[in-house]
């Protein structure tokens, strides 16, 4: 059925833009960075799950109980020691989320830099249960369906941490406004960090998963970040469960245009359903305006 054919993988894709764009969510949300070399970190964590199933015959999801904790105390290191000055430097919430784009920015071409002299610039892909599986009348992969089902059972346990926790409770809070959390005794540096290196954490289970089934190099991390941001902000800054209805979407609609309009307009289609986003809800999805 052609419904199928367009649902059945488009809640897969869709499932994988929710989950590239929760660490997002987490990092520019509650610790207020534009992390410009967002997409770079998930391409280097799919090189790092490449690099290890090619040389050790170790499985991605067995990489993930490495690449997970290794991403968060970098991103915990990058936030405490530069970004973090950053932001205490910068007089407003303005003038900070420059300094964060600008600080970014230079990161993303040293990782993107580290990668192009460790793995050229040629496409890498490997075989990793590749073994198709037929599904109501749709044809899918294992490996796709294996990352659909890590990225629900992750994003899942994401919003009922943040909803169903104290601290959960308090990155919200930080989230919805810095200055009233400090006012009721939340470490707002402190779970800033936090939270970065969670989002970091979160990324680079992306890039494992995205590894096990689409072909990469070391300069596509801008597509990445571009997608991340849009689904970000149509879902709403800061809002996880908006992230994850937003990147559904995302991904059933680029499905649909790719079946049945053209495969190339699929870009134009993402943008599209962006600018339409925005023009009747400004601040997202599940965004709030601001009083």
């Known amino acids: 059925m052609l419904l199928v054919d367009i649902v059945l993988p488009g809640l897969v894709l869709g499932g994988m833009y929710a989950l590239i764009a929760l660490g997002l969510t987490l990092q520019y949300g509650v610790a207020r960075i534009m992390n410009l070399s967002y997409g770079e970190s998930l391409v280097a964590a799919a090189f790092g799950a490449f690099s290890l199933y090619s ?12 690449a997970v904790p ?12 530069l970004l973090e000055r950053l932001m205490r430097r910068g007089k407003d919430r303005g ?11 230079g990161v993303l071409f040293v990782i993107q830099g580290a990668m192009l002299v460790a793995f050229g610039g040629q496409y890498y892909s490997y075989s990793y249960l590749s073994i198709p599986l037929t599904i109501m009348g749709s044809t899918l992969a294992v490996n796709r369906l294996v990352a659909l089902l890590f990225a629900a059972l992750v994003g899942g346990a994401v ?18 406004d810095p200055n009233a ?3 009721v005794g939340i470490d707002v540096a402190a779970l800033s960090g936090f939270a970065f290196a969670f989002g970091g954490g979160l990324v680079a289970i992306g890039g494992v ?35 994850l209805v937003a990147g559904l979407l995302l991904g059933v609609v680029e499905t649909a245009v790719a079946r049945l309009v053209d495969p190339g307009l699929t870009l134009a289609a993402t943008y599209a359903l962006f600018l339409g986003v925005l023009l009747i809800r400004p601040t997202g999805l599940f965004g709030r305006a601001a009083s």
Do not use: C, H
């Not at 040389?55 to 490495?66: C, D, F, K, V």
């Not at 169903?164 to 809070?173: F, K, L, N, S």
């Not at 689904?231 to 800061?238: L, P, T």
């Open 209 to 243: 998963l995205v590894s096990m089934f689409l072909t990469f190099n070391a300069a596509m991390g801008v597509v990445f970040t571009m997608k991340a941001l849009v689904v970000v902000i149509m879902g709403g800054v800061g809002n996880v469960m908006g992230a």
């Open 95 to 105: 003038a900070q989320e420059i300094d964060s784009i600008l600080v970014t920015f």
């Open 55 to 66: 040389g050790l015959g170790l499985s991605p999801l067995a990489a993930l109980l490495l």
């Open 159 to 176: 919003y009922l941490a943040l909803t169903r926790t104290r601290i959960g409770t308090a990155v919200r809070a930080i989230a919805v």
């Open 181 to 183: 959390a400090r006012l």
């Open 70 to 81: 290794v991403a968060m105390v970098l991103n915990w290191l990058l936030y405490r020691f």
